[in-house]
């Protein structure tokens, strides 16, 4: 789990094609002095697994599932730095909300401009989870916890404060670009078992 508070941007160094998977080398942060093989890091939030650790680079596969829900696409993952989060431990605040490293969807972004100090976004997201997101609710767009100041229809709006500007790569992003999407897992587990005791009371 994360808090989707991010500890570090880097930048990824290398892609390697994979059969239906994609191998990833990120420069390593100098303040991830604590981790090693086997450890999860969320990269742009998606939960990836360490695969070799150097003091210079982390290298990550993201397999056939994770790509089938990024529409098999590097472009996300090259045009711009990652987002990294390592793993909370028990006894850690949390400064965001909890995070699972598991992307829902892309998002498209349709409005990202400054305001003041302040950075906007717009993004929009698929309508069928409309449910899943509400004004004030949390969101995680690329691994960052953010707070929804608005929705309408099927799109979603955050403000970032200049803090998240300068420490993620959200700013980074411009209309018609994509980002990695995550509901909050507690709406998600809420609907899932709702829809589950209906169904099962309307067997016969």
Known sequence: MFSGIIEAKSSILMTQDLDRALRIRVQRPL???????????????????????TPELLTFTLAAETL?????????????SVNLERSLRFGDRIHGHLVSGHVDELGEV????????????????DSGKSDLIWKKGSITIQGVSLTVNEVKGSILSVCLIPETVKRTNLSEFR???FVNLEY?????????????????????
Do not use: Y
Not at 110 to 125: I, P, Q
């Open 110 to 125: 349709v409005k990202a401009e400054s305001f003041g100090d302040s950075w906007l976004l717009d993004v929009s997201f």
């Open 175 to 177: 209309v018609h670009d």
């Open 184 to 204: 909050d897992w507690m709406a998600k587990a809420l609907i899932h078992s709702f829809q589950k005791q209906i169904k099962e009371m309307r067997s016969p």
């Open 68 to 80: 089938k829900v990024l529409r098999w696409t590097q472009a996300p993952w090259t045009l711009h």
């Open 31 to 53: 303040t991830f002095d604590d981790i090693k093989l086997g450890d999860s890091v969320a990269v742009n939030g998606v939960c990836l697994t360490i695969e070799e650790c």
